[in-house]
């Protein structure tokens, strides 16, 4: 796990959408989805649910 993963988490989760949160860090949407995805592996766990372009915490 690594502390930039944790950032796009974080930031996914103030924003609500991965385009909103890709902007205010000033990257690229792909980029934090890739990242995403490797910690969901890492951890063994989904973090969202996916929802009509919405990204929803999982419980």
Known sequence: MKLSQL???CAVVD???I???AASL???PSNITARLRELEIQ???VLFNRE???L???P
């Open 26 to 28: 000033h990257c690229v």
């Open 52 to 54: 009509n372009n919405r």
């Open 7 to 9: 950032g796009f988490f």
């Open 19 to 21: 385009a909103a949160a």
């Open 15 to 17: 924003h609500g959408t």
């Open 43 to 45: 951890l063994g766990v």
């Open 56 to 58: 929803l915490v999982t």
